[in-house]
């Protein structure tokens, strides 16, 4: 047995309103624990069942669990060798596998819990292994815009140097458009989270569960393979679709959940609520005079006094989801040309799609002024041509709204814009080619985070259709990054970086960011030191067809674009960050955050956005 604890906490919200009352997630986090319990994990639940779990209640509760300093020996305090983090709620996902989990007073706070920023944090403890399970049982309430809710990773800074990320489990309910489900009993000690129920027969060693490979165990992988293939038949008895996001990486050496060897019996396990009886079509007559509604169609949750009025235990039925019709409305024909045509030497061409760029801030080395294609401007010279190099411009537009941009030279910018703030952000890089006028991979990319549909489990096919591009188009390796990190690959971020330096591209700042890789600020200049990579075995046949997906990468230094994320969701990593982050970090950088309006890629109001040049040194030019 490995040194160290073996830790579950068990977080459950059955009340976040406006969001309905979850009876199941209290019933679901009582069965876990007892799970885990009775398999020798120390277990902390952290439920609303006799008090409210609020943001501050979690930030206290929380870092009492995780290891400490001791501070006349300088030793890890309690190490956790396998943490497991299990949350029953209310929750979605935006953007490129950006997780929310909603506490109690979320409404008021307008605060919710990151996930992925509380994965990174968790590294700074010196854990082993981490594990991560959520049953986030619907998405937001309508009428609440999903961008107003500030993301919090809930951690500050652990006490351990963090360089790599240790192997990350992860099971988690919702995938299409975030949904997940609660079925509904008799009485409320009856209601079971659909997703959990499945979850939790697996751990116990249900058949189908048990490793071929490992007999009488469940393992990482065979616990996955068991939720990829028995949560759509148990959805499916309910009329649902359920299709789980699972990662499982624990090493095949440490990776075992349950043994039937040494484990307790079971104890007597709750029953699923009976499936709805099959739909009736109503009789032509009466659906052709409109009398009656159609009954095929899909219907909402019910309330539980509809559902017992019925006398009918019914569950969720899934809403109709579809992705954007036409991804090409985000770059849209009237700013081709200025895309097509080719910057001068070692400048950049940005252009809008949306209100008018008024005036672009700048340092003073850089020069700007209007572009001959319509509404397009030119900065630069930002490098000597050829050579790797950023400039950081702030773009002002007609209604107020300020977007900071890394100008990389030879590159057409796009900047496409709603009410809110840039929506989406196009390169193209034209030593890498002429860019196509018909969408590519940033649109179709938008368009999935759009829907929610750009996941964590497609990251190793996905974000290798990305990376293939991410030279000519560097927001591709920003989104793949994100994808990586969401599954805990630190060292496919890594070649990334490597590869961008490589090619004589300075680093996206985000990628630098979830790569954990120091930083060294040289002047106005951010440097980072990439570490080697070793070649690592392909995981699926796409990743096999392209070396460079899993190949060995020598350590290399480069520069980086923008000091700044260029999507919203990377500034949680800010606050408060880990040792090798906070080499990254120019100073009040995350004081900025405060000031972001809830737009997918960094956009600000004037005041956020007089902030942001004063901290970079930029002036205003208006013509």
């Known amino acids: 047995?490995?040194?160290?604890?073996?830790?579950?906490?068990?977080?459950?919200?059955?009340?976040a309103r406006p969001a309905p009352y979850l009876a199941g997630a209290l019933n679901a986090a009582r069965e876990f624990q007892a799970w885990a319990s009775a398999l020798g994990y120390?277990?902390?639940?952290i439920t609303d069942e006799a008090k409210p779990v609020t943001m501050a209640r979690l930030q206290a509760e929380l870092p009492a669990i995780l290891p400490d300093r001791d501070p006349s020996s300088g030793s890890l305090r309690r190490p956790i060798h396998r943490l497991?983090?299990?949350f029953a709620g209310h929750?979605?996902?935006?953007?490129?596998?950006?997780?929310?989990?909603l506490l109690s007073d979320w409404n008021d706070a307008l605060r919710a819990v990151a996930v992925e920023p509380l994965k990174r944090r968790l590294y700074g403890f010196g854990v082993d292994q981490i594990c991560i399970i959520a049953d986030a049982c619907r998405e937001l309430p309508g009428g609440v815009p999903l961008s107003e809710l500030a993301a919090d990773p809930v951690l500050g800074r652990g006490p351990v140097t963090i360089d790599k990320a240790p192997p990350v489990d992860k099971y988690i309910a919702a995938q299409d458009g975030a949904q997940a489900y609660a079925i509904v009993g008799d009485s409320p000690d009856q209601d079971r989270c659909l997703f959990s129920g499945v979850l939790i027969d697996g751990l116990w060693g249900a058949d189908g569960a048990?490793?071929?490979l490992m007999p009488g165990k469940v393992t990482s992988r065979s616990l996955g393979t068991y939720l990829e293939r028995e949560a759509p038949k148990r959805a499916l008895a309910y009329r649902l679709k359920l299709n789980p996001s699972v990662t499982p990486v624990f090493p095949d050496d440490d990776c075992v959940y349950f043994d039937k060897g040494s484990a307790p019996p079971r104890p007597p396990a709750a029953p699923w609520p009976p499936p709805p009886p099959p739909p009736q079509r109503p009789d032509p007559l009466v659906r052709r005079f409109g009398v009656q509604a159609d009954l095929d169609l899909p219907v909402g949750e019910p309330n539980r006094e509809e559902a017992e009025s019925d006398g009918e235990p019914l569950g969720l039925l899934p809403p109709?989801?579809?992705?954007?019709?036409?991804?090409?409305?985000?770059?849209?024909?009237e700013i081709a040309p200025a895309l097509q045509a080719r910057p001068p030497p070692g400048h950049a061409t940005l252009v809008a799609a949306g209100p008018e760029i008024v005036a672009i801030h700048s340092r003073a080395d850089t020069g700007v002024e209007r572009s001959p294609s319509p509404g397009a401007w030119s900065v630069g010279p930002i490098a000597p041509p050829y050579e790797p190099g950023s400039a950081p411009v702030l773009v002002e537009f007609s209604d107020g709204v300020l977007c900071p941009i890394a100008a990389y030279p030879d590159c057409s910018i796009a900047i496409v814009r709603d009410a809110v703030g840039a929506t989406a952000i196009s390169y193209h890089d034209h030593k890498f080619g002429v860019p196509a006028l018909t969408p590519g991979s940033t649109e179709r990319a938008i368009a999935e985070m759009e829907a929610g549909a750009l996941r964590a489990d497609a990251a190793v096919n996905y974000a290798v259709e990305l990376r293939d591009q991410k030279h000519s188009n560097p927001v591709l390796g920003v989104i793949s990054a994100y994808l990586y990190d969401a599954i805990s690959d630190t060292d496919s971020i890594r070649r990334m970086a490597a590869f961008y330096v490589q090619s004589g591209q300075p680093v996206p700042y985000d990628v630098a960011l979830l790569a954990l890789v120091r930083g060294e600020w040289r002047g106005d200049d951010l440097w980072v030191q990439i570490p080697e990579v070793p070649a690592a075995q392909p995981r699926s046949d796409l990743e096999l067809d392209n070396p460079w997906a899993f190949q060995a990468t020598l350590a290399a230094i480069g520069r980086v674009g923008g000091a700044w994320p260029w999507m919203r969701q990377g500034?949680?990593?800010?606050?408060?960050?880990?040792?090798?982050?906070?080499?990254?970090?120019?100073?009040?950088?995350?004081?900025?955050?405060r000031d972001l309006r809830p737009a997918r890629f960094t956009s600000f109001g004037p005041q956020g956005g007089q902030g942001f040049a004063r901290a970079f040194e930029l002036s205003k030019i208006t013509a």
């Open 1 to 15: 047995m490995p040194d160290g604890r073996r830790v579950a906490v068990i977080v459950a919200v059955a009340d």
């Open 320 to 333: 109709t989801f579809t992705l954007p019709p036409n991804p090409a409305k985000f770059l849209p024909p």
């Open 210 to 212: 048990i490793s071929t």
């Open 91 to 101: 929750g979605l996902i935006r953007e490129a596998e950006e997780g929310l989990w």
């Open 84 to 86: 497991i983090v299990y």
């Open 571 to 593: 500034w949680a990593y800010l606050d408060d960050p880990v040792d090798v982050e906070a080499t990254l970090i120019r100073p009040a950088l995350a004081e900025l955050a």
């Open 42 to 45: 120390e277990t902390w639940p």
